[in-house]
Nanobody, 129 residues
Framework: QVQLVESGGGLVQAGGSLRLSCAAS??????????MGWFRQAPGKEREFVAS????????IAADSVKGRFTISRDSTENTMYLQLNSLKPEDTAVYYC????????????????????WGQGTQVTVSS
């Protein structure tokens, strides 16, 4: 089992920044097979992909809506993933979920939620106008 713990959410004004963290732990962690990412869900809306990273080499992808504003990264030594959120907009308001999968490096990075078997509890990001 993999446990994921998010932190760093909060309330920020439009144009501001936040950094989300996701600490991964568990006996089955495997850097070669692992991919991680972020999804978000706003009230009344469907869950949507934000960004993903392949753990072994750091290759990333991001949704068009956040490209140029959000940056995903990881610290392999700390088993921690980050999402830097810059130039935040009110429409970025959502619960952000950290996800992880261990299906093999060829599956990641991925925007497909089905590739991830582990989900964090979520952290709220609220952007005021």
């Amino acid at each position: 089992q993999v446990q994921l713990v998010e932190s760093g959410g909060g309330l920020v004004q439009a144009g501001g920044s936040l950094r989300l963290s996701c600490a991964a732990s568990g006996g089955t962690l495997n850097s070669v097979r692992m991919g991680m990412g972020w999804f978000r869900q706003a009230p009344g809306k469907e869950r949507e992909f934000v960004a993903s990273i392949r753990w072994s080499d750091g290759q990333t992808i991001a949704a068009d809506s956040v490209k140029g504003r959000f940056t995903i990264s990881r610290d392999s030594t700390e088993n921690t993933m980050y999402l830097q959120l810059n130039s935040l907009k009110p429409e970025d308001t959502a619960v952000y979920y950290c996800v992880a999968g261990l299906r093999g490096p060829w599956y990641y990075p991925s925007q497909n939620a089905r590739q991830y078997d582990y989900w964090g509890q979520g952290t709220q990001v609220t952007v005021s106008s």
